[in-house]
């Protein structure tokens, strides 16, 4: 078990304001008590974790260690191709057992003190267990098959793995939803390659990320980049798209059907105001990868997961709590195995878009830190996302609005039960 350093309060911690999800008590972002509560109930509840990429661990023997929430985990593909994952803690003494990123290796042993275990978590061995010479060593009673790394659901969908502690979560589709798996198989199903990845820390709450990414109304005023070089503004053809439950999104916009509304020449748009050219045009070059017309899409799923594709550039991300306020945040960029070499160089520069230090993504890594630096010192207080109406609902007409911003908080207050 999961020793608590905080203990789970009865009543719900936070008393949510009566406008519901149109309201976020800024409590949320800076209290260590929900944040604990969080990894019992969110990352350690019935929710589907995404763990790695079926890529990632395309061999026997291949191991990648991830995180659901701030609980270390080993993924594994064992000798019959089997995927399984497990708490990256020694049954003996709780070391980490996988030190590595990546590692491809027979067995996972731990260095303390030799904790032997097979791909699928369960003991092999342990050293010295039957003591030196016939003195010292494990009990008559000790039993290898009553210690082993503890084991998580696993599932998979559009070669991402997804892992899960509650044995209450319901099967993977059904917690994604139609329109979610149409999209993720969109851009995931396919043959991947990993083309890069890289990850950073941000200081600032993991939720003021979640909202981050479902937050469509921030990109044409925030990202100078976006709005300038017309990659993705509000009046391009576009639309927001809940799951049902109304946890996971889609944004989508499409660069070919742009016609410049009058809001972006009369409002004090700052985005929209620069004439500028660049060095290399040859970077907003791309190709019709879809029949859709889509050139610029983020989707989530709940709590941490983020796929994209800005023109042809390919990525995921996914984000781990370090605290109350810290987050890591990993970026891994794919190409296909069927790209040719010039797409697959396409791929590659147009990854200077997003990342750590991207032309569009460098703002995100600051903004958020602002939000809770703003709002630490003040928990009594609420933000107010009315942008687009009250409600968590999809909207193809407009992404003018935080709707999936308020789906993510849908989703958080029933987990956690803030009514």
């Known amino acids: 078990m999961n020793a608590r350093i905080f203990p789970v309060a009865a009543e719900p911690l936070v008393e949510w304001p009566a406008e519901g999800v149109a309201r976020v008590p800024f409590q949320v972002f800076s209290d260590q008590a929900v944040y604990q509560q969080e990894q019992e109930k969110i990352f350690r509840g019935p929710v589907w974790n995404y763990l790695c990429l079926e890529v990632e661990i395309a061999n026997s023997g291949d191991v990648r260690t991830s995180w659901v ?6 993924v594994t593909r064992d000798e019959q191709g089997k995927i399984h994952a497990m708490v990256n803690r020694c049954a003996h003494k709780g070391a980490l057992v996988s030190l590595k990123d990546r590692d491809n290796v027979p067995s996972l042993t731990c260095v303390y003190h030799a904790w032997n275990y097979k791909l699928d978590g369960t003991l092999n061995s342990a050293a010295f267990r039957n003591g030196i010479r016939g ?3 494990m009990p008559d009673d000790f039993d290898t098959s009553k210690h ?11 070669g991402i793995v997804f892992g899960t502690f509650s044995e209450e979560t319901p099967p993977l589709e059904e917690f994604l939803g139609e329109p979610i798996m149409k999209f993720l198989a969109r851009n995931m199903d396919h043959p ?8 950073q820390i941000i200081h600032n709450n993991w939720k003021l990320y979640a909202e981050n990414v479902r937050d469509s109304y921030h990109a044409t005023l925030l990202h100078t980049f ?6 993705n503004r509000l009046d391009m053809d576009g639309g927001i798209v809940l799951s049902d439950k109304k946890w996971h999104h889609i944004s989508y916009a499409k660069r070919a059907t742009l016609e410049v509304a009058d809001e972006y020449k009369t409002e004090q748009i700052h985005s929209a105001s620069y004439n500028s050219a660049l060095a290399g045009p040859e970077l907003l070059d791309a190709w019709d990868g879809f029949d859709d017309n889509i050139t610029h899409s983020i989707q989530t799923v709940f709590p941490n997961f983020v796929s994209q594709l800005t023109l042809n550039s390919l990525a995921v991300r996914f984000f781990v709590p370090r ?12 190409g296909y195995k069927t790209d040719t070499p010039e797409q697959t160089k396409m791929r590659v520069m147009q990854g200077n878009l997003t990342g750590a230090a991207g032309l569009v993504a460098l703002e995100d890594g600051c903004i958020n830190s602002f939000v809770q630096r703003g709002t630490r010192s003040s928990p009594d207080v609420a933000s107010f996302i009315e942008m687009g109406g009250k409600v968590a609902e999809s909207n193809e007409s407009s992404r003018a609005t ?9 989703g958080y207050r029933e987990i956690m039960g803030f009514k």
């Open 148 to 158: 082993r790394l503890q084991p998580l659901r696993v599932a998979t969908f559009s």
């Open 402 to 410: 935080e709707a999936s911003v308020r789906g993510f908080w849908h």
């Open 69 to 74: 929430g701030d609980t270390p985990i080993i």
């Open 135 to 137: 003195k010292g060593g």
């Open 323 to 334: 605290g109350v306020d810290k987050t890591e945040l990993y970026w891994i960029f794919l």
């Open 226 to 231: 976006y709005t300038t070089f017309k990659v």
């Open 192 to 199: 991947l390659q990993i083309l890069g990845t890289h990850s």
